[in-house]
């Protein structure tokens, strides 16, 4: 592999991965928190579109949230 790290999270329902910039989520989507139009529930996971890159990842059941090197978080 490419080596680095990965920042792995996950709620009760739904998982995020941040890796290199970029992020990854996945599961339950009744709230948007997947970040994508993939339907209520993503089943494999899904590019975050439209974002700066990021540092560390956050979820809740019904949220994510993620943190850029710059420190602002989306």
């Known amino acids: 592999g490419q080596g680095g790290s990965c920042a792995v999270r ?3 329902d739904n ?3 941040a890796a290199g910039g970029l992020v990854y989520c996945w ?3 009744l709230y948007g928190q997947v970040g ?3 339907g209520t529930i993503c089943d494999t996971p899904v590019a975050v579109p439209a974002r700066p890159a990021a540092v560390a990842v956050s979820l809740t059941r019904q949220a994510s949230c993620l943190l850029t090197a710059a420190g602002r978080v989306w």
């Open 36 to 38: 994508s139009a993939c």
């Open 27 to 29: 599961g339950y989507n």
């Open 10 to 12: 996950a709620a009760a």
């Open 15 to 17: 998982a995020s991965a």
